[in-house]
């Protein structure tokens, strides 16, 4: 059974940085593509990063490029959301999801079969 687990979320102020984790168990992230997405009250689920765990390529949204970086260790099964200059609309809630890496989409949510529990990101003085 695939599962997800996020951590590293939490508080921190403007132009803070925060790195978020998502460890995966029960399947090796070779054959996935892992992405972060990220939903604040009242918005729609929106894709931030994703990583091919087949070639390692990558995809950000514009709202995150230059600020954010996705890294995967499929040594250990992780996949990382490095988070720079953070800024008060980045606040949601991140989660993680896996997806077969030969259809999952970043920009389409519903590719990916499997999600985390979410892990809270709140950038606010």
């Known amino acids: 059974q695939l599962q997800l687990v996020e951590s590293g979320g939490g508080l921190v102020q403007p132009g803070g940085s925060l790195r978020l984790s998502c460890a995966a168990f029960?399947?090796?992230?070779?054959?996935?593509?892992i992405g972060w997405f990220r939903q604040a009250p009242g918005k729609e689920r929106e894709g931030v990063a994703c990583?091919?765990?087949?070639?390692?390529?990558?995809y950000y949204a514009n709202s995150v490029k230059g600020r954010f970086t996705i890294s995967g260790d499929n040594a250990k099964n992780t996949v990382h959301l490095q988070m720079n200059s953070l800024k008060p609309e980045d606040t949601a809630v991140y989660y993680c999801?896996?997806?077969?890496?030969?259809?999952?989409?970043?920009?389409?949510?519903?590719?990916?079969?499997?999600w985390g529990q979410g892990t809270q990101v709140t950038v606010s003085s």
């Open positions: 029960g399947f090796t992230l070779d054959y996935y593509a």
């Open positions: 990583i091919s765990g087949s070639d390692g390529s990558t």
């Open positions: 999801a896996a997806g077969p890496w030969y259809q999952a989409m970043c920009v389409k949510s519903n590719s990916f079969e499997s």
